[in-house]
């Protein structure tokens, strides 16, 4: 009665009417006036008793994702457009993507410099840093690989969210910077560098701090001094600061979205501008360019599949699911500061980043025994991205390697991996 009061008020007539029952019967953006099938997954259902658990508000939570449209998801978008083609979709799918991300990279000169240079049997490794924007200077490592032909094929190593957040690039790159770095590699890697290894292979390899990660970890903040170097620091100091700059991940989220971006769009900005990096570098070829990262680091793989196409090939490992059973088993222990995509996720899927990434070389490694992700998840994002990459008319091009494995980028998996590229880098040269 209220709205026809206002419409006979305003002059509207009918046809106002109708417009205004429409406007207050439309769903908001990204919700659905009928719900989708959400299942209240059981543990047989997911393969694992679910992590999750968010007390009386686990039902409003779900009730919220049922309405959640998924309208681009591949498989969801295909069956409403049995007439449109993959790379229709892809393309909607990478605008909405890129449009999620808040973070326009604007021209910017790279000013690369190279600080230290040390040389082994297998390679040259430079400390390097350059400008990803005219707000950051990153800093990282590049590595040239020694008796193989140059210009070589390169990778970018991406290292994980998880474990001592004041390292990032030592992780995977150098001589063990701490004790907590050695015991980091044995429980992860094999006990092994990953940069250095690929590096040994024959690939030049750029590896940089993420955000809030190694030397771009928060200084002068909580209890955190202006100025320290955690390779100097004793074990329980570095403790202490790893717990302090742990605590400030919630501040840095609120300090980056009321900025305007989302930490998963500058994780991308400073990726993206690796490639540039490497674009730069005449030891690089620049039509053989690859990615490979655990965890945080095949998170933000799975970003660059989606979205750099110099990319050609990638290896993902350690973090793929779909966001309902996800939702369902383990929001607590797996989602990070990485992932955080308001006006995305209901819209897209996890299996959508490689999906979107036809015909590139898509390689995604989902140990059985990672508890992170539920087994219900990892399988079925499998599926979809296998039914995209059909689609797409490459099904070659990708492959699901899910190994009796916890969460870890072991040696097998590496070897794994390295065939991977070799096969979609090394040999296209050939």
Request: charge should be negative; include cysteine; aromatic fraction near 10%.
């Amino acid at each position: 009665m209220r709205i026809a009061s206002f419409t006979r008020r305003a002059g509207l007539g009918m046809i106002g009417l109708s417009f205004i029952i429409a406007l207050f019967e439309r769903p908001s953006p990204g919700q659905t006036a009928t719900p989708r099938p959400v299942e209240a997954f059981t543990a047989e259902d997911l393969g694992r008793k679910p992590l999750n658990d968010y007390g009386s508000l686990e039902g409003p939570i779900r009730a919220m994702r049922a309405h959640r449209p998924l309208d681009l998801n591949a498989e969801a978008w295909r069956k409403a457009n049995p007439g449109g083609d993959y790379k229709e979709w892809a393309e909607q799918a990478r605008e909405c993507l890129r449009l999620g991300l808040n973070y326009d990279l604007p021209p910017v000169d790279l000013k690369a410099a190279t600080l230290a240079r040390e040389e082994t049997d297998d390679f040259v490794r430079e400390t390097i840093e350059f400008n990803t924007t005219p707000w950051f200077r990153v800093p990282g490592y590049f590595y040239t690989p020694k008796n193989v032909p140059l210009p070589a094929p390169a990778l970018l190593v991406l290292h994980e969210w998880g474990g001592p957040m004041l390292f990032g690039a030592d992780r995977v790159s150098g001589e063990p910077a701490h004790p907590a770095i050695a015991r980091h590699r044995e429980e992860y890697s094999g006990g092994r560098a990953l940069a250095d290894w690929y590096a040994s292979k024959g690939y030049a390899v750029i590896v940089i701090d993420a955000y809030h990660f190694g030397r771009r970890a928060p200084r002068g903040l909580g209890g955190l001094p202006a100025g320290y170097d955690p390779a100097r620091l004793d074990e329980a100091t570095l403790a202490k600061y790893d717990d302090l700059a742990r605590q400030s991940l919630f501040l840095g989220v609120r300090e980056l979205n009321w900025a305007g971006v989302t930490w998963a769009g500058v994780n991308f900005g400073d990726d993206s501008r690796c490639v540039d990096y490497l674009l730069s570098r005449e030891e690089v070829d620049p039509a053989r360019i690859g990615c490979t990262g655990l965890s945080g680091g095949g998170w933000r793989t799975n970003m660059i599949a989606a979205l750099e196409p110099r990319v050609k090939a990638v290896v993902s490992v350690g973090w793929m699911t779909t966001g309902d059973t996800q939702q369902a088993y383990n929001v607590g222990g797996a989602i990070g500061t990485f992932n955080l995509l308001p006006g995305v996720w209901n819209r897209l899927d996890v299996p959508d980043l490689i999906a979107m990434a036809a015909p590139r070389a898509c390689m995604v490694v989902g140990g059985t025994e990672d508890i992170l992700f539920p087994p219900l998840g990892q399988r079925e994002a499998a599926r979809q991205i296998a039914e995209a990459f059909d689609w797409a008319g490459s099904p070659d091009l990708f492959r699901h390697h899910a190994p009796a494995k916890p969460h870890c980028y072991d040696r097998d998996i590496q070897e794994e991996a390295l065939a991977w590229f070799d096969r979609h880098l090394k040999a296209a040269k050939d």
